[in-house]
């Protein structure tokens, strides 16, 4: 795997891809990372909220603000 020389670096080769975007409340939304700000700001399509692992419900694009995260790691 490539060595990311900005976190930005490694943020931009998840685009298009499935992510897991975990919050600092603990919820969990997984879905394909369409577009990221310098602020971390993320739209996510075919969004779906996790609970325990569990899918919750299904919420299609969601924009989740970045003071909000924790994490975002691949799928």
């Avoid at 919750?56 to 603000?65: A, H, M």
């Amino acid at each position: 795997m490539m060595e990311a020389s900005r976190p930005l670096d490694a943020l931009n080769r998840s685009r298009g891809k499935r992510v897991i975007v975990e919050q600092k409340n603990g919820r969990q939304y997984v879905g394909s990372l369409e577009a990221f700000d310098i602020h971390i700001n993320v739209v996510l399509n075919g969004a779906e909220e996790r609970v325990d692992g569990e899918m919750k419900r299904k919420l299609g694009t969601v924009f989740i603000r970045g003071d909000t995260i924790m994490f975002i790691s691949p799928e």
